[in-house]
């Protein structure tokens, strides 16, 4: 594990996303179908605590 953040936060794809850039990257769409595709797609953020530092910062719901 890269433990060079303490934490990272950044968009997540679901897996229709990951079905778009396959579709993609094998030649069945173009990229300007690849694009208005993704603009219709809602992404979500994930967050990977890397550290025990990181880790002190959750608190209970």
Do not use: C, W
Not at 38 to 49: C, I, R, W
Not at 51 to 56: C, D, P, R, S, V
């Amino acid at each position: 594990m890269d433990n060079k953040f303490d934490l990272v936060i950044g968009p997540v794809a679901n897996d229709d996303i990951i079905v778009l850039f396959r579709t993609f990257v094998n030649g069945l769409i173009d990229i300007d179908t690849l694009i208005r595709e993704l603009t219709y797609k809602e992404l979500t953020d994930q967050y990977s605590f890397h550290t025990e530092k990181a880790l002190k910062y959750l608190k209970g719901v």
